[in-house]
């Protein structure tokens, strides 16, 4: 959110200081730090919206191959070809196949990463199966209702040969990577612009949480005093 206010701005328009401190970092962090994507690799993000879509653009930017977004919103495909994903799946429409089925097959054998960003425990569990065995990665980074449990097979852990981990921030470093994202936003070198797709007057508000529920913006600005 911006009041219009604010000193914090380059070209005439504000510096988008929420993606610095939490979606950029995130979801980049996440893909190129704690995953350590490799070039040529499988990706498949559970979850598009504005944290998956960063996690999609750091896959991107460590030469992921194939980058698979799932989600029950279909129209998200098209949003997220613009920030590297090449492939969708709607959950919704598996039929009589688990998910993870549908992406073992589509993968041939199963995703290198798979990253959890909507926060469910069930998804979590998806992902992990759909990961491929003998070195698959599975990233949780969305947050589940407190007190939710996973439930793993302890010969499939050992046996399987993957691995699962949380990914805090991305692994990003606060004093010493922000001011060299923020850095490289000035320079021009960063795009995070791109992660807002629409601005909204205060007392428009009640329109930015249609778009947020219609799976239509990313990011929605809202201006508190704007003509």
């Known amino acids: 959110m911006d009041n219009g206010k604010s000193s914090n701005k380059t070209a005439g328009k504000p510096i988008r200081c929420k993606e610095f401190s939490a979606t950029r970092p995130s979801g980049v962090g996440a893909a190129c730090k704690t995953a350590k994507v490799e070039a040529g690799s499988t990706v498949v993000i559970f979850g598009i919206g504005s944290i998956g879509l960063a996690v999609a653009k750091g896959a991107k930017l460590c030469g992921a191959r194939r980058i698979i977004g799932v989600d029950i919103n279909p129209d998200k495909f098209e949003i997220g070809k613009k920030f590297g994903v090449t492939e969708f799946i709607n959950s919704k429409e598996c039929g009589d196949k688990t998910l993870s089925q ?53 010969f499939d852990v050992l046996h399987s040969g ?66």
Not at 200 to 206: A, G, L, R
């Open 102 to 154: 549908v992406i073992i097959e589509m993968t041939g054998g199963g995703a290198d990463y798979c990253f959890e960003c909507v926060g469910l425990a069930s998804l979590v569990q998806e992902a992990y199966a759909s990961c491929r065995k003998g070195w698959g990665k599975t990233i949780v980074m969305g947050v589940d209702r407190p007190g939710a449990q996973l439930n793993f097979n302890s």
């Open 162 to 227: 993957k691995a699962l981990m949380g990914s805090l921030y991305g692994g990003a470093k606060p004093k010493s990577d922000v001011p060299l994202m923020l850095k490289q936003y000035m320079n021009k070198e960063l795009e995070v612009d791109e992660f807002v797709t629409h601005e909204v007057k205060f007392e428009d508000i009640n329109k930015a949480f249609e778009l947020l529920l219609e799976g239509k913006s990313i990011r929605c600005v809202i201006w508190m005093d704007k003509n």
